[in-house]
């Protein structure tokens, strides 16, 4: 294993935390360390194939999970601090514009680790609520699902031979969880 990348210009990341791998193989990463409200200058970053490094938002609070949209014209960012999901559109040149709140939720913590199906259902683990909440393409709560572990799921993952099992990872009590999608219930 080598180091990929150590920093962007002549500064150091704040602490990398979570990335996301486009289809041709762009890499999406979030800088989160320390930012919050108090200090809203989390980033996100996407690494070209080619090697460019690009930063697309200066300004996160406390920028963590991230996952494209099936088409990839959408990256979605969880921003624990500001307990949201934000949606950055891309323009044509790749560059956002119009950066926007996709949800806002609530909580000690907030939103952590995030997937999507192919029918655009944003999937987020919230870090101290249990549950993964699951929301429709235009916003829309629609589902929940709630940790028989503990109250820190953290991560989300989707696999299975028909791409129907959800994967969680809970981390108070360092299991790990799975849970059918076919059997999934509106909230």
């Given at each position: 294993?080598?180091?990929l990348?150590?920093?962007?210009?002549?500064?150091?990341?704040?602490?990398?935390?979570?990335?996301?791998?486009?289809?041709?193989?762009?890499?999406?990463?979030t800088?989160?360390?320390?930012?919050?409200?108090?200090?809203?200058?989390?980033?996100?970053y996407?690494?070209?194939?080619?090697?460019?490094?690009?930063?697309?938002l200066n300004?996160?609070?406390?920028?963590?999970?991230?996952?494209?949209?099936?088409?990839?014209?959408?990256l979605?960012?969880?921003?624990?601090?500001?307990?949201?999901?934000?949606?950055?559109?891309?323009?044509?040149?790749?560059?956002?514009?119009?950066?926007?709140?996709?949800?806002?939720?609530?909580?000690?913590?907030?939103?952590?680790?995030?997937?999507?199906?192919?029918?655009g259902r944003?999937?987020?683990?919230?870090?101290?609520?249990?549950?993964?909440?699951?929301?429709?393409?235009?916003?829309?709560l629609?589902?929940?699902?709630?940790?028989?572990a503990?109250n820190?799921?953290?991560?989300?993952?989707?696999?299975?031979?028909?791409?129907?099992?959800?994967?969680?990872?809970?981390?108070?009590?360092?299991?790990?969880?799975?849970?059918?999608?076919?059997?999934?219930?509106?909230?």
């Amino acid at each position: 294993m080598s180091p990929l990348l150590r920093s962007r210009n002549s500064e150091s990341f704040r602490g990398c935390n979570d990335l996301h791998i486009a289809t041709g193989g762009d890499v999406y990463f979030t800088d989160q360390g320390q930012t919050g409200l108090h200090d809203p200058l989390g980033r996100v970053y996407r690494l070209t194939s080619s090697g460019r490094l690009d930063c697309l938002l200066n300004t996160g609070i406390s920028p963590n999970g991230l996952v494209l949209d099936p088409g990839e014209r959408v990256l979605f960012v969880a921003m624990t601090r500001d307990n949201a999901v934000w949606r950055l559109p891309f323009m044509k040149d790749g560059s956002v514009s119009k950066v926007g709140r996709f949800c806002t939720m609530f909580g000690a913590s907030g939103p952590d680790g995030m997937t999507m199906d192919q029918l655009g259902r944003l999937f987020v683990a919230h870090a101290s609520l249990g549950h993964v909440f699951v929301f429709a393409p235009n916003g829309e709560l629609i589902a929940r699902i709630k940790s028989c572990a503990g109250n820190s799921c953290t991560n989300v993952a989707i696999g299975g031979r028909n791409r129907n099992r959800l994967y969680i990872t809970e981390s108070a009590t360092g299991t790990i969880l799975v849970a059918n999608l076919d059997e999934l219930k509106a909230v």
